[in-house]
């Protein structure tokens, strides 16, 4: 029964719109690493964060497998 409501969660959330445009700007790798950085949520140059509590607890790899920096704007 937990596992049934854990998905159902999931499934909600992968609906949201911050999760749509999470997936717009994703470099679609898939591999992520943890990281605490604060930041406000939304389109960076350094693209797109989704925070809680106004941090970005992971961060996608880019391309060559670097983190990068998180929540940067030129």
Do not use: P, W
Request: charged share 20%; net charge neutral.
């Amino acid at each position: 029964m937990a596992m049934m409501v854990l998905v159902g969660v999931l499934f909600l959330i992968s609906q949201t719109e911050e999760v749509r445009l999470y997936k717009d700007h994703s470099n679609n790798l898939n591999v992520y690493h943890i990281v605490s950085v604060e930041c406000v949520g939304g389109l960076h140059d350094s693209g797109y964060s989704i925070t809680l509590r106004q941090k970005v607890y992971f961060k996608e790899a880019n391309s060559d497998g670097t983190i990068g920096k998180v929540c940067i704007n030129k």
